[in-house]
């Protein structure tokens, strides 16, 4: 269930991107100087760092770590397995 | 002068990271020391030189360029979806990467798809495919720091000059430093640019009397007030852009970078801040080039902008020469440049040109990405290790590091820069159709070496047919070329700037979602590896 909530937030935050409703006008000025369709993008960089901060939070793959560090004894015989 | 010298002391400072970090390796002669840098590297070096290897010249003055004929757009295009689509690749990509790299001593991503689809020659093909995909950014890198050096100086040091500098100074730090010295002097650099965007915006903002003014004039004006929306972007194409940032993590050398971090929890701060990152130094680039429209009293700006107007209005009517050299004055990468000429003082120049330098030296890891799979995927597969031995192998790549970067430095002097920028807008869609392959190895059980092939092929072929399209059918001024439609359908279109698919998609697009169908299919009709390696990659 946290793996379909989070597939989806990141699915419409994906979708965010394409911000038709902004695409035809600079109005407002943000801040007197940035045109509404740039500060959106600035936001969404922002957003971006949130969307992240969510998926370390709630779906880190810590067992990939954890499976890491039983390190193989044999390199992998493609490394030098011209044979 | 004083900005160029500012420049070359810079130079110093970076050939002396680099090979401080050689001195500071304590593995030195180890193979994964000098690739890898023993995947030792902390949480703000992997974070800042990631970042710093993701960037290149085109980060600071190209998007300034851009923007300055297209508009705020150029953020949405580049930076805002690679704000969210790179750090989603580190996130559920690069932390495998990681994961298999240190399980089974992987150091190339071919290393990788050899062994969990148990194929050999395949592999080869995978290597060549990238190798040559990757070969442009190198030389379009020598290039860049040429220019780059000419244009700080104000001319005063030659393009061959500066672009021969730039080539000796990466090759000694790569040489000596390996990725250790590498990723210092990313970060380093990192650093640098990051915080020329801000010092850049507050002197240029200062120099104008803010920023309002230069925004409502621009509104004013019918022809720039365009700039400022995205009323002349085709929603196709902007989406189209969203799938440039899959190449990312596609790169070898970003692929390989996945393999340095000394624990995977450093990817946590890295994906987290990345977006942040990408904010800091995009926003200010593109900001400035649109407002650089409104500082006409700079003659060179001046020009740009009346070479753009002449090529709008009278561009169908102009012969062939004449339509070229109006192109040419319209070359924007300079524009930054000439803001911070008009109102920064000469020390700051100097200081600011450094930071362009940073990031036009983006050139190092890709260098160090080539070398390192040569020597694992061709020298040591082929027997070379196992025959001359790990030291061997070790001067193999330092010796690649040298012949490389002189013929990077002799092609760059010889051929002219727009072929190996075309070659960069290829190699991006190339990169992001072979993204697929690194999916489907961690991912997909069921996928196979035929299906990578499949995969890899087309995108070889997808690549070589759009150079081919766009060196065939001459750009169009106005309205796009039209070549191919069905029932009024735009199919295949031939624009300025490159080429449009599918009612205005770019190539990208199709050629991502083919080989990303390739990939599936062909696996489903051939043999699946066996289920010792599934079980390997997949443990319960």
């Keep these: 269930m946290k793996g379909l909530l989070l597939a989806l937030i990141v699915t419409v935050f994906v979708l ?7 695409w035809r006008t600079a109005h407002p000025l943000v801040f007197g100087f940035l045109p509404i369709g740039i500060f959106y993008h600035a936001c969404y960089a922002v957003g971006a760092s949130l969307l992240m901060w969510l998926l370390v939070r709630f779906a880190w793959p810590s067992h990939l770590e954890k499976d890491a560090e039983k390190e193989e004894p044999v390199k992998a015989a493609c490394a030098e397995g011209h044979r | ?49 990631l970042f710093g290897t993701n960037m290149t010249a085109f980060t600071i003055l190209g998007s300034s360029g851009h923007s300055f004929h297209n508009g705020i757009v150029t953020f949405g295009l580049m930076a805002s979806s690679s704000a969210v689509v790179i750090p989603l690749t580190l996130f559920f990509i690069g932390t495998r990467v990681w994961a298999v790299g240190k399980k089974y001593g992987h150091m190339t991503p071919v290393q990788i798809f050899r062994d969990r689809w148990e194929c050999g020659h395949i592999g080869t093909i995978i290597f060549l495919v990238q190798a040559l995909l990757l070969m442009p950014y190198i030389i379009i890198g020598v290039m860049g720091g040429g220019t780059a050096l000419q244009a700080i100086s104000g001319g005063f040091v030659p393009y061959w000059f500066g672009g021969g500098l730039v080539a000796i100074v990466v090759m000694s730090y790569v040489f000596f430093g390996g990725m250790r010295g590498t990723a210092w002097v990313n970060t380093f650099q990192t650093v640098l640019f990051l915080t020329f965007g801000t010092t850049a915006v507050l002197v240029v903002g200062a120099g104008m009397g803010g920023f309002s003014t230069a925004m409502n004039d621009i509104l004013q004006s019918p022809s720039l007030a365009p700039l400022l929306t995205r009323e002349r972007v085709n929603p196709a194409y902007f989406f189209s852009y969203m799938f440039i940032p899959l190449s990312s993590i596609a790169f070898p050398h970003v692929c390989i970078f996945c393999l340095t971090a000394r624990r995977m929890t450093q990817f946590k701060k890295t994906v987290i801040y990345y977006p942040l990152c990408i904010l800091a130094i995009w926003l200010p680039s593109v900001y400035l080039g649109v407002a650089a429209n409104h500082v006409a009293d700079v003659p060179e700006i001046r020009q740009k ?5 002449i090529l709008a209005s009278q561009g169908a009517q102009l012969p062939d020469e004449e339509r070229s050299r109006v192109r040419a004055q319209m070359a924007s990468d300079d524009v930054i440049l000439l803001l911070l000429g008009k109102y920064a003082p000469v020390w700051l120049a100097g200081l600011l040109g450094a ?51 002189l013929v990077a430095y002799i092609v760059a002097l010889q051929a002219p820069a727009r072929i190996f920028e075309l070659a960069v807008q290829y190699g991006f869609s190339g990169y992001a159709a072979l993204s697929p392959l690194l999916i489907a190895a961690l991912y997909w059980k069921r996928s196979t070496k035929w299906g990578a092939a499949a995969s890899t092929i087309w995108t070889a072929c997808a690549v070589a047919a759009v150079a081919w399209f ?18 009024g359908f735009e199919l295949l279109s031939r624009t300025a700037g490159g080429t449009s698919v599918l009612g205005g998609f770019q190539p990208v697009v199709p050629m991502t979602l083919i080989s990303a169908l390739l990939m599936v299919v062909v696996s489903l009709m051939t043999k699946k590896p066996s289920e010792a390696t599934i079980a390997r990659y997949f443990p319960q």
């Design chain 1, 16 to 22: 965010l991107h394409q911000d038709f409703w902004f």
């Design chain 2, 1 to 49: 002068m004083i900005p160029a010298a500012v420049v070359l002391l810079y130079l110093c400072v970076v050939l002396y990271i680099g090979i401080f970090a050689f001195r500071k390796s304590e593995a030195r002669g180890k193979a994964e020391d000098y690739f890898l840098a023993s995947r030792s590297l902390g949480p703000l070096v992997f974070l800042l030189s």
């Design chain 2, 470 to 487: 766009q060196a065939s059918v001459p750009a169009p001024v106005g309205p796009p070329t039209v070549v191919w439609s069905i029932g």
């Design chain 2, 305 to 309: 902008i009346e070479a753009r107007q």
């Design chain 2, 355 to 405: 930071g362009i330098m940073a990031a036009v030296m983006a050139s190092d890891s890709q260098i160090l990405a080539l070398s390192t799979m040569f020597t694992e995927d061709v020298f040591a597969y082929y027997g070379g290790k196992a025959r001359f031995g790990e030291a061997a192998q070790v001067a193999t790549g330092r010796l690649f590091v040298i012949a490389f970067t």
